[in-house]
């Protein structure tokens, strides 16, 4: 059994987490799969939802490490992110894709299509498939609903520009999977 991994997994700096994410396993209500694509996010970067400081909307990531940042995307889409760093300091990484592997069938049928390379391949389809919601904003990452577990076997990461961002959009924080299929776009 992989070990599940703790709120002092997720004290390092987003830009070392986010690729330390790549291959472990994500399940919300047993539902989930192995993660292949982040993105790392710092207050001191122009591009976090912190840059400015704590918000209502933002004050989950200002949090202790190891807890869900949930927020709404162009108004539609609930996206997940993995608080970082110390309390107080607003880091995070963002969850872009996963290789399903558990639930299939409720994935599917939460994302009305049957190809599995689309199920979770981009931050909305991911947050639909695992039916995040902004309840669970804030809530601990080693407790229900969530289940997060180390990788177990070694993975080739690769890194490159992040996605959808207007400010520092050449910092390379964005990581995935080499070779997998399940990325939200190619590297």
Request: aromatic share 8%.
């Amino acid at each position: 059994m992989p070990r599940a991994l703790r709120p002092t997994d997720f004290a390092g700096r987003s830009e070392e987490v986010a690729p330390a994410l790549i291959g472990c396993t994500l399940l919300v209500d047993g539902v989930g799969g192995v993660i292949v694509e982040t993105e790392a996010y710092d207050r001191e970067d122009p591009a976090s939802h912190t840059f400015s400081g704590p918000t209502p909307r933002n004050q989950a990531m200002f949090g202790p490490p190891g807890r869900a940042y949930v927020y709404r995307s162009y108004g539609i889409h609930w996206c997940l992110n993995f608080v970082c760093r110390e309390e107080g300091h607003g880091a995070g990484v963002l969850i872009r894709a996963l290789e399903p592997t558990h639930g299939l069938d409720v994935m599917q049928q939460r994302r009305g299509l049957h190809d599995l390379r689309l199920l979770c391949s981009g931050p909305g389809k991911l947050g639909q498939a695992l039916a995040i919601t902004h309840a669970m904003n804030g809530h601990r990452l080693d407790r229900a609903p969530f289940q997060v577990f180390a990788r177990t076997t070694d993975v080739e990461v690769v890194s490159g520009p992040r996605i959808g961002i207007s400010k520092a959009v050449d910092v390379p924080w964005r990581f995935g999977m080499a070779g997998s299929k399940f990325l939200s776009r190619r590297f």
